[in-house]
Structure formats: structure tokens, C-alpha cells
């Protein structure tokens, strides 16, 4: 099946700092990326559609100043936590839909990046 | 009322038991269906899309019921490998926003 990969897959940093993390489609090209965080014991919430080559989607409550998201290839969405917060730490999780084509296109999703905020 | 509501759980089931999961949604106009098996601390996977006119995978049977606004997903013969979190997830039109469900833990038991 299709491949997403995410970099990187875990990342602790200190309060106040930016952390970047990229998505990439290995092996087809994603018009549209999808960006998830996920708490512990809760379910994975959208926070933005990400569309190649245009302006980002945000979901309702999310800052899109502070998650900024770049979609500059068809291959690669990134997601930049700005000033970063003990309460912005979660799992992050990228998904990109997969090739055209099919009666129902899927999402793959990216194996998460795992950011710990001190 | 969530979007998408399904029963956390946790489902706690011996082995060879068969296990049903629903799922409700609120949106009518929901279009596309799916079940995710989600392990600890890892990304979802796909498990199987559900389909209007139900569809079997091995020992996977989804199910859609439009009219309920509900999907269900059944477990045949639990593997002790099948214990994971399902979560449900609903796909509606425009820019095709997918809503996850808040997933319900199967534990299978030896």
C-alpha cells in the first residue's frame, strides 16, 4: 500500500521553541495532506487540511498562526508549532490521501510524531 | 451530539468469541465510511471501507445502515492479535472531512 512518512517520529523540546515536522508521500504524489493531533485516550482531531500549492484549512479552535502548515510539493506537507506550549505536546499524525482512482479513495496515515514540550 | 459516537469500551473478549462494534453519526450527508484499527501508541491503518451493501473481509463484516445512521463492524473467531482500538470514521463531501470517531478498545483474552 501506499507509504507516508513522518520526520521526526519523536521530539522533546523546550517551552518557547519551534519544532517543524514533515509528512511525505513516499511512493504517489497527495494533492491533499491531513494534519491529526491526538491526546492520550482520545480520538484523532483534525486540525487542518493542507492542499498543495494553496492556503491551508484549519478546523475550528485551531491557531493557525501558531500550526503553520506548508504544502509546497506534492509530496511533502509541513507542520511548524510555533512558541511551542507543555499543553501543544501530543501526537501529531499526518495522513494523505491516496492515489486517485477507486470507488472509495483511503487516507494513509503517516506513523506520528510524538512532541514533548518541557 | 458528537459527530461520530461509538462506545469506548473496553470489549473484553476470550478468544474465538465474535464481537460486534457500532458506530453512530449525525450527518446525514455523510458519504463515505470506514473502520481504522488504531494499536497503542501507532498510527491508524486501514482496516476495511464499509460499504452500502455491506462487505466481509475474513473474519471482518461491516455493515451500513443509512436510515439508523449507523455502521457496525463484527469479529468472527477473536485472534488474540485483533486486540487493538476500532475507531470509526465518517467521511462527508466539499473537502472531504474526515471525522474520527473517539474508538472502542477490544481486549481478547486467552
Known amino acids: 500500500g501506499a507509504v507516508v512518512s513522518q520526520h521526526p517520529s519523536w521530539v522533546i523540546c523546550k517551552s518557547g521553541t519551534s519544532v517543524k515536522i514533515e509528512c511525505r508521500s513516499l511512493?504517489?504524489?497527495?494533492?491533499?495532506m491531513f494534519w491529526y493531533r491526538q491526546f492520550p485516550k482520545q480520538s484523532l482531531m483534525l486540525m487542518a487540511t493542507s492542499n498543495e500549492g494553496s492556503k491551508a484549512t484549519y478546523e475550528q479552535g485551531v491557531e493557525k498562526d501558531k500550526f503553520l502548515i506548508n504544502h509546497a510539493s506534492l509530496t511533502l506537507s509541513t507542520l511548524t508549532v510555533t512558541s511551542a506550549h507543555p499543553e501543544d505536546s501530543s501526537f501529531y499524525i499526518c495522513?494523505?490521501?491516496?492515489?486517485?482512482?477507486?470507488?472509495?479513495?483511503?487516507?494513509?496515515f503517516g506513523p506520528g510524531t510524538r512532541l514533548t514540550v518541557l | 451530539r458528537k459527530e461520530v459516537e461509538q462506545d469506548p469500551g473496553p470489549f473484553n473478549v476470550p478468544e474465538g468469541a465474535t464481537v460486534a462494534f457500532n458506530c453512530t453519526y449525525s450527518?446525514?450527508?455523510?458519504?463515505?465510511f470506514f473502520w481504522y484499527r488504531q494499536d497503542c501508541r501507532k498510527e491508524p491503518k486501514l482496516l476495511m471501507s464499509v460499504y452500502s451493501s455491506g462487505n466481509e473481509d475474513g473474519r471482518f463484516t461491516a455493515q451500513l445502515n443509512r436510515a439508523s445512521q449507523y455502521i457496525s463492524l463484527l469479529i468472527r473467531d477473536s485472534k488474540l492479535s485483533d486486540s487493538a482500538t476500532y475507531l470509526c470514521v465518517v467521511r462527508g463531501g466539499g473537502y472531504q472531512k474526515v471525522t474520527f470517531g473517539t474508538g472502542t478498545k477490544l481486549q481478547v483474552i486467552p
Open positions: 495522513s494523505a490521501r491516496g492515489p486517485s482512482g477507486g470507488a472509495v479513495d483511503t487516507q494513509y
Open positions: 450527518n446525514s450527508a455523510s458519504q463515505s
Open positions: 511512493d504517489f504524489q497527495a494533492t491533499t
